[in-house]
């Protein structure tokens, strides 16, 4: 048993650390890597796993649970209050008019309004897993098809609940014996009578919240302060576990309740711990399911049935991508953002395999369905990020900027001087400067919440993504004479360099910079003015140790300026080096030289203390040497 358990960990990992990096090479994405990676260990590639896949994807489901309580602690209760109407809205209407869609075109082929309806109501569940991930991958998680995607797939979750407890209801066969050692629908309060049933979910409801609001900051204090790093996590491993048997046991969602635990944790100040944490587990449990998903493809019966099961596999996916274009639109979603949110969501989820084998137990639908409906399934996610893939490359290139929609940005004209894009804690340090010393600055941010909260403070700031070239004439960039670059997102700045270059040559560029790496991209793109984000500070700090071991203020100044100025003008001269040998060689040689011209600084007699604050003669002599 012991050495089966280790060849299949072994197998496991080893399909995952050789197809993901080459999915993600090719630009297929890591959840298709896993999923490819499945379908090669599997019964339909090299056997080294047989149908008990399924049963790994059960237990693999809980990294669904842990990525959702991790989505949790990262959303603010304000904010998922300001996403009620995206919730409730596009989430209702998504189910509603899928369902009934689906219904309508199953009763057309002759199945019962009873089945029908319940096949409506499994076809229109999408994978939280994919879709979630696929986002993250993008950084596309904070877009507005970021934020519609999730509320449409939280809203899903909730309606798990309600569909357990119709489905019996339209069942038309009698229910047969559960021999399935996956998920269990039942639920302890079944055997509650009816009036309490609601008493109890509500009371586990309440209870997660008064848990996570009272109870665990001042249990994860007393686990801080023995110092155990494995004790906290495995503290935070219990209440997750805790959690989801918790919902299990009342026959209610445990990613549900797993979020909602997130959501009342993600004001603590042991937030980010948490997340750093559970993070590995849920990737690598993540990365399982999708593993098992790919292996439990029945390649047999879709050989068997290959017409009518690719047939409903496009049928349903094309369905489900005009419900959901239509729905775009009608929120009001751009061109761009509503292809992103719509070919996302075109699948069939993770939970309809739940839902299919809980239909076939209770009598509601019969075997031959379900075993059809599970294989669509199962190719509906693994097409998604192909999918998403096909519309990235085909699509968004050819209407994305061209067809972006102008309300989705507020931007309105003005004559600064100066114009700030990105106002995060880098641009905000920036424009606050300028505006006490009077200089007027027209500032772009693209995201939503973080404007209207600079608004509440009394900044003048606009939404709207700077890139665009009609954004940027609106905003006076024509008539303004510098651009601060201070987005955070590297691939980012480049495209607006190219941007403002290409239309508004008149502008003087300065751009911030991550780190030393960043700042050859943005050198071999052109770039005079760059600011390391990390640089000043960090030589702050050199020059704080200094003084505090003993060296003179002045001195101390004195050194960090003569680094500052040696390492601004090797930059230039290590971004031309490509081969890294050589790079490694030049950067030793730096070093050295930094490490002579300080100490010959240091030495030098004719210095005073005065001379040593002024770097106006370093830098002359810095420029004299270059």
Known sequence: ?????????????????????IAKKVGLGSVLGYLLAGVLIGPAGLEFIGHEG????????????????????????????????????????QIGVTSVVVAGGALLVGISWQQALVLGMII??????IVLQSLNEKGLMQSAAGQGS??????????????????????????????????????LIDSLPTWLQPLVLLGSVALIIITGRYLTPPLFRIVAKTG??????????????????????VGLSPALGTFLAGVVLANSEYRHELESDIDPFKGLLLGLFFIAVGASIDFQ????????????????MLCKLVVLLSLGRWFGLSTEQNLIFSFGLCQVGEFAFVLFSFTAQEGILPTAITDIMTAVVAITMAFTPLFMLLNEKLL????????????????????????????????????RFLQANNVGTTVLDVDSDNVTWLRRMGFKVYYGDAS????????????????????????????????????????????????????????????????????????????DALTLLGHRSHEATRAAKTFFVHDERTLKRLSAIRNEDDYVTAARETMDELERLIQADRNSPSLTIEEGWDDTSLVLEAKGKA
């Open 124 to 129: 229109a569940m999408s994978s939280t897993a």
């Open 228 to 249: 155990m790093r494995e004790l906290f996590t495995a503290t935070a491993l219990l209440l997750v576990v805790g959690i989801a048997v918790l919902m299990t046991t």
């Open 396 to 431: 968004l290139s050819k209407l994305g900027v061209k067809k972006e929609d102008e309300r989705e940005s507020d931007v309105a004209a003005e004559e600064n001087p100066v114009i700030i894009a990105g106002y995060g804690h880098f641009g905000n340090t920036i424009g």
């Open 150 to 187: 999730f509320a449409v797939l939280l809203f899903q979750d909730i309606a798990v609940i309600p569909m357990l407890a119709l489905f019996p209801l339209l069942a038309t066969a009698p229910a047969v014996a559960q021999q399935t050692g996956g998920h269990s629908t039942g639920s």
């Open 301 to 316: 019966l879709i050989m068997a049935n290959p017409l009518l099961i690719f047939g409903l596999v496009v049928a349903l």
């Open 54 to 93: 399924t049963d790994i994807m059960h237990f693999a489901e809980f990294g669904v649970v842990m990525m959702l309580f991790v989505i949790g602690l990262e959303l603010e209760p304000s904010r998922l209050w300001r996403l009620r109407k995206s919730i409730l809205g596009m989430g209702g209407f």
């Open 1 to 21: 048993m012991q050495e089966s358990f280790f060849f299949q960990a072994m197998v496991y990992l080893a399909a995952a650390v050789i197809m993901v990096p």
């Open 468 to 543: 665009r070239h009609d954004l940027l004439d609106i905003a006076g960039a024509a008539k303004a004479k510098i651009i601060v670059i201070a987005i955070s997102d590297a691939e980012k700045r480049l495209e607006l360099i190219e941007t403002v270059k290409k239309h508004f040559p008149n502008l003087h560029i300065l751009v911030r910079s991550t780190n030393r790496y960043d700042a050859y991209d943005l050198m071999n793109a052109g770039m005079l003015h760059i600011y390391r984000e990390t640089l000043d500070t960090s030589l702050r700090v050199g020059v």
